[in-house]
């Protein structure tokens, strides 16, 4: 079979499989048949509405799991491939090009009506050993290469790109030091945007990173790199805050992320307007809140879970600019942050059984526009 056929199976399958579950005849404002929730989270975006996208990320495996795909469908209108268009991936040996895993993520988003977040074209992290030895004379085109193949492989099927991710240092000290800016010089982002935009000129742009979602010297680092990306006229539509976060706005204790900066909702508002100012849009592209490091009882952490979701998603619904909302991951024990140690993050919007938690309708109500 191949991938768009088992796509199209996987889709049919779920969607009976979440008539069975939560019987026919539902809502079906989503692209999966009938859906548990009136006022699924797609339903809330779009049209009039600041934000278009609120999205949550898939690998293969998952969209077999008939739950985790009809739960996606529902809810979502955006998938990002957690893993499956980065280097290590689609391009594991020098020009030879895999792109049948995020294939299959692609066909099942356009049989559910939905837009795909592109992630990510280059990174210092899941790059394949091979591109370290690559030739000094070699690197530029090998480089112009990886990104024009897959963006233009994808073109029109992926609306938005993450081209650079987290190549600002984390003291705020200029571009973190890796192997595209030893080889390329810092113009290596200019050079990425203008490629991708060769590549596909309909797709929108970003620049994504961590700890530059408020204030502080990794965000002002940010906004300096992205100001001189405008006013040098490259091809830059817009800003990925990743918003890895727990519950006092920090980062989970135990995500090897150093804490930099701050990150409070009007610290978030601010950093929103200055690159509106720039003519830009803002993504929050890889959310979830940890509640790892927080005691108490269930009820009271996953209260102040749902309402940290709550305002961050309120501040991008309340500044216009702001056009989408990721998480990263759909229930608790698909989330990364687990992986980091083995004490459980619970940072998500659903738990094992699919069932929306507090958390769920904390952005639920923020796209609602209620408090
Ligand atoms: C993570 C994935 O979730 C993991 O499965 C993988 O092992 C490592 O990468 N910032 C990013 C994402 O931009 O690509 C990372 O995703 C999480 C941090």
Redesign the pocket.
């Known amino acids: 079979m191949n991938t768009i056929a088992s796509s199209r199976a996987i889709a049919l399958l779920s969607a009976s499989l979440c008539c069975a579950a939560w019987g026919c005849g539902g809502p079906t404002q989503s692209g999966a048949g009938n859906c548990p929730r009136d006022a699924a989270l797609r339903s809330l975006v779009g049209g009039d509405a600041s934000v278009q996208i609120i999205g949550a ?1 898939a690998t293969p495996e998952q969209l077999n799991n008939p739950m985790y795909a009809s739960t996606l469908a529902c809810e979502f209108n955006s998938i990002t491939p ?2 499956d268009m ?1 280097w290590e991936t689609i391009e594991p040996q020098r020009g030879v090009f895999h792109f049948d895993r995020a294939d299959q993520i692609v066909a099942f988003a356009q049989s559910h009506q939905m837009a795909v977040r592109g ?2 074209l280059v ?1 210092h ?2 790059l394949p050993d091979w591109v370290a030895s690559v030739p000094a004379a070699a690197f530029r085109q090998m480089f112009i290469d990886h990104i024009y193949n897959e963006v233009f492989y994808f073109r029109g099927r992926v609306a938005r790109w993450d081209v650079v ?2 190549a600002i240092a984390d003291d705020g000290n200029g571009l973190r030091q890796t192997i595209f800016r030893d080889r390329l010089g810092p113009d290596y982002i200019a050079l990425a945007f203008i490629t991708a935009n060769a590549a596909d000129p309909a797709a929108e742009l970003y620049i ?1 990173d ?1 700890g530059a979602e408020g204030a502080g010297d990794k965000a002002n680092e940010l906004f300096r790199t992205v100001e001189a990306l405008v006013h040098a006229g490259v091809p830059i539509h817009g800003v990925g805050l ?1 918003m ?1 976060i727990d519950t006092q706005y920090g980062v989970p204790w135990n995500y090897f992320e150093p804490v930099v900066g701050t990150r409070s909702p009007p610290e978030i508002a601010a950093n929103i307007a200055r690159f509106r100012a720039l003519g830009l849009h803002v993504q929050i592209t ?1 959310m979830d809140v940890s509640i790892a490091n927080l005691l108490g009882i269930d009820f009271t952490r996953f209260e102040l879970q749902r309402a940290v979701y709550h305002d961050v998603v309120a501040v991008c619904v309340q500044n216009r600019s702001c056009t989408g909302i990721t998480v ?1 991951g759909l229930n608790d024990s698909a989330s ?1 942050l687990n ?1 980091q140690l083995l004490i459980p993050q619970n940072a998500l919007l659903f738990d094992d059984m699919f069932a929306p938690k507090p958390a769920y309708f904390g952005v639920q109500a923020a796209l609602a526009g209620r408090p």
Do not use: L
Request: aromatic letters at 22%; hydrophobic letters at 15%; zero cysteines.
């Open positions: 990320t957690e893993n980065k992630h990510t990174w992290e899941q991710n987290e994504n961590y990743q890895h890889e990263w990364w992986s």
